[in-house]
């Protein structure tokens, strides 16, 4: 089942577990900062794997357009979900306990040619590049978003100035 409410989303932000949230909410406050509506669920490749395939298999039809998934450890979610829907995939993978995220990120990046996985950095700043990734996708085909992207850049660069001042 795809939990949605009120506008259709565009953008689905899944994780393997309640846990990843403090990662996977950066995703989030990118996509609310460009006023992307999207969804946010729980849905585990080992838990419950019969949910994701159905959420794979409902995604396109649902109206999304781009998912981002995250995981930790042996992170097959990302993975598991691009083996079952075109659309683009975005993993996320998030730092664990035992081996800092190294598991996570290397159970995500390694696809076999012809099931993409776009992967970003580990932890926080993947999440963020993640939201930011998909915003840029939705760009290609939205001028609201591809101006608000230049804006956002924009600012990234003035605070780089402005932290000069800091150099006392
Ligand atoms: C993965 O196992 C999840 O993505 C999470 O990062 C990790 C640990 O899950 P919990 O034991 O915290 O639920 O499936």
């Not at 659309?87 to 998030?94: D, K, N, R, S, Y």
């Not at 978003?145 to 605070?159: N, V």
Request: with cysteine.
């Amino acid at each position: 089942m795809i939990m949605t409410e009120g506008t259709t989303p565009e953008v689905a932000v899944i994780m393997g577990s309640a846990s990843d949230w403090e990662t996977m909410k950066h995703a989030c406050e990118i996509l609310d900062r460009f006023q992307v509506p999207y969804l946010k669920q729980v849905v585990s490749a080992h838990r419950t794997p019969e949910l994701m395939a159905e959420f794979a298999h409902n995604a396109r039809e649902a109206g999304l357009k781009v998912i981002i998934a995250g995981a930790g450890g042996a992170a097959h979610l990302p993975g598991m979900v691009a083996a079952q829907t075109t659309l683009p995939v975005i993993g996320v993978p998030v730092r664990s306990h035992a081996l800092s995220g190294w598991d996570s990120l290397l159970s995500i990046v390694q696809m076999p040619g012809g099931i993409p996985v776009a992967t970003t950095a580990v932890g926080n700043s993947g999440a963020t590049n993640a939201g930011l990734l998909a915003v840029q996708m939705l760009s290609a085909f939205d001028p609201r978003l591809a101006d608000a992207l230049a804006d956002y850049r924009e600012e990234l660069k003035e605070k780089v100035t402005e932290s000069n001042a800091q150099l006392v």
